[in-house]
Structure formats: C-alpha cells, structure tokens
C-alpha cells in the first residue's frame, strides 16, 4: 500500500496539531450552539477523552508491553516516523479519537454527513499508525473498541445526568 500520497499525508494526520483547528472548532461549537446543558457536555466529552487515553496509555500499554513494530528490526524497516520509546499495544491515537469521535456523535452531531466525517477522521488516524510503523493492526483495532466503549459507557452517564433536574442546566 506504499505510495507518495500516503508517505506525505499520513504522518501528517497522524499529528496531534494537525487536528488543533477542529478541536477549536468543535469547543466553539459547543459553546455558541448548545444553550442548555454545554458545560456537562463538555465535560462528558473531555472526560470520555482523558479515560480513553489514560486506560490506553497507563493501565493496559504498561501491563502488556508490546514492543513496536518500527522498534523490531527484522519486521519494519522503514521508518516513516520517529518510532518514539513507548510500547504499542493498544494505540492511545486510535483510543482517543473513536472516543470522541462516537461521544460527540452521540451527544451534538446531529446530521448523517457529519457523524460519518468523524468517523472516518477517527478511521484515518488509526491507519496513519498503521501506515507509518508504529502500530499493528490489532493495536488500533483493539484501541477503537477501547474508544468505543468507553464512549458508549458515558454516553449512559450523560444520559444519567440529562435526567437529572439538577445537572441539566448546566
């Protein structure tokens, strides 16, 4: 699958200030469109977010210790990339972004043509980490079901709290 427009690109996407823009966009969003209840939903959304990424990053990265794949000489050798020290499995990337993708698909994207922008920008990220070496497959897939779930789990909470007449202001 090797080719010059994936060898520019997908390093490119795979970079957190790549995206800065729409996450500026999507906290603008949030803020000028959602009268009722904006604060919770950001809240929600950030926390699904940092979940995401602290069970990927700190809870199963540092107990499965998968080395990666541009770290293993005989299996990747080209390094689009830095490789970078961690360990791979599950990807942090993959986890984060189909977690947000799916929370702000469940809580603020309304349109059709919207919810499946967010889930191919997910989608190319995690085959960025792929593309570029610095993941296996079963890293991303594994970080996406992360992402997934843990989007679904506080999705029921924001629905929780969208019940609640106390939170529901805010």
């Not at 942090?92 to 977690?99: E, G, P, Q």
Request: with cysteine; proline share 3%.
């Amino acid at each position: 699958m090797s080719n010059s427009l994936f060898d520019f690109y997908l390093p490119i996407f795979r970079m957190k200030y790549t995206w800065a823009p729409i996450y500026i966009f999507i906290i603008s969003y949030l803020f000028f469109n959602i009268k009722k209840g904006v604060w919770m939903t950001f809240f929600v959304i950030i926390l699904t977010v940092i979940t995401a990424d602290v069970t990927s990053s700190h809870l199963i990265k540092k107990n499965v210790k998968r080395i990666r794949p541009c770290n293993v000489e005989y299996f990747y050798t080209i390094e689009r990339v830095p490789c970078g020290s961690g360990y791979s499995f599950t990807s942090s990337h993959a986890a984060n972004h189909f977690a947000l993708s799916l929370i702000l698909m469940l809580t603020i994207a309304k349109r059709r043509r919207v919810k499946l922008l967010l889930w191919l920008w997910a989608i190319i990220i995690a085959f960025s980490q792929i593309y570029v070496g610095v993941h296996y497959p079963l890293d991303v897939i594994a970080g996406g079901f992360l992402g997934v779930g843990i989007a679904c789990f506080y999705y029921q909470v924001y629905k929780y709290l969208q019940k609640s007449k106390v939170l529901a202001e805010y």
